[in-house]
């Protein structure tokens, strides 16, 4: 069964031409586009032949994609739209993709252009190509869209992409550790090892002893875990950032009403909540409109 082309589509408030300027100067292009680390032009022998370009795709630990692409044909019409279609490929065995073809769109509207994009391309490897392609395509059609929103904000907004990607990547990079804490120390210490340091340590700070406190703690510890999912799952990440920025005082202050001397440990809870809690400070900051694939119709049916 073939996959459904890739279809990305938002509105950006200006015009024809100046998204048309950002999308089809190379320079320009590479700057937005996650899809693409560089992007050069080739000469053209005259001017009605299709523009030439290589590409570079860097994909980290030393490793990259080269290929090749050819503007093959540009409509202006009467509307004032404008369409750019394109066939790209790549002989690298390295890359699921072979060579596949596309258009841009850019249509103007009241309140500036439409700019959109529809893609598709062949796999090499066949049935086992086809089978990292259905994870591998919705990764492409999330950049595309990732890249989209960038491009808005940058002509909208002044932003530019380089920016906005850092604050993308530090924002998500914050995410995943928070998803990470709180779901290993709900897991592990309390739901796998029930260490006595937190039997302890929640007996001292309540009634509970004995196997009551120890059922405790593995309560506490589905909780934890349920919260660090909490943090792959809730889109605004600015609230859990300000809850944890009220929470980790409360955790610092209970851990030192549990056990003074605790504060004395390599490694302790002062100082872990501490640096958290300014990690949750920086996240705060680093959400505000942080850029998204979910601005952009993935559909025409949307």
Known sequence: MKNKPIYVEIPIKSSVDDVWEKSQNPKLHEQWDLRFTSITYLPKKSE??????????KIGLGLKVAGWGKSIGTHNKEDGSKTSSLHFGTPQKISPISEG???????PTEKGTTFLTQYDYDVRYGILGRIVDFF?????????????????????????????????????LITFLFFFIWFYQGLVPKLIAKHPEE??????????QGDTAVKAVGIVGILEVLFGLVWLLYRSKR???????????GLTLSALLADPTISAHPFNPVTFNISLWILSVLGFVLAKDVPTATSCKRSRKE
């Open 239 to 249: 609230h859990l950032h300000a809850l944890q920025i009220i929470v980790f005082p």
């Open 48 to 57: 009605d032949e299709p523009q030439s370009f290589s590409y570079e795709t």
């Open 101 to 107: 073809k596309g258009y841009w769109r850019y249509i």
């Open 136 to 172: 591998f395509r919705p990764l492409m059609g999330w950049a595309t869209a990732l890249s989209f929103d960038v491009l808005k904000r940058w002509i909208e907004e002044g932003e530019l992409p380089r920016t906005q990607f850092i604050r993308f990547f530090s924002h998500a």
């Open 199 to 208: 039997v302890a340590m929640l007996s001292s700070l309540s009634s509970l």
